[in-house]
């Protein structure tokens, strides 16, 4: 796993997603409770982007037709059997940095 520098720590606020690009792979950035998650950017019912979702608390809302997920684990508020992957998060100083799996 390679872990990726990709914003800064104060660019990722509580009240809306980040996107990002990590090694070629576009994650979906939140902060709850001052801790930083990374998502796949790729709503699993049809692909739309969760960065632009509605966040509170600590769930997003797909804007494309409202499934609500947990982004602090990815999983679907109403059956967490769906999921979104999630990605491991370092803070270096003030940059975030996302794991990113290694292509075979
Ligand atoms: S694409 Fe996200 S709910 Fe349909």
């Known amino acids: 796993m390679r872990f990726i520098d990709v914003c800064a720590v104060q660019d990722v606020t509580p009240d809306q997603g980040r996107p990002a690009i990590a090694d070629g792979k576009s994650v979906a950035l939140f902060q709850v409770g001052g801790t930083i998650h990374a998502l796949d950017n790729a709503c699993p019912h049809g692909g739309a982007a ?41 803070i270096d100083g003030d940059r975030v940095l996302v794991g990113i799996h290694a292509q075979p």
């Open 50 to 90: 969760l960065s632009g979702g509605a966040v509170c608390g600590r769930h997003v809302t797909c804007r494309a037709h409202g499934w609500r997920f947990d982004v602090t684990t990815g999983e679907l508020a109403v059956a967490p059997a769906i999921k979104v992957a999630k990605h491991p998060v370092r």
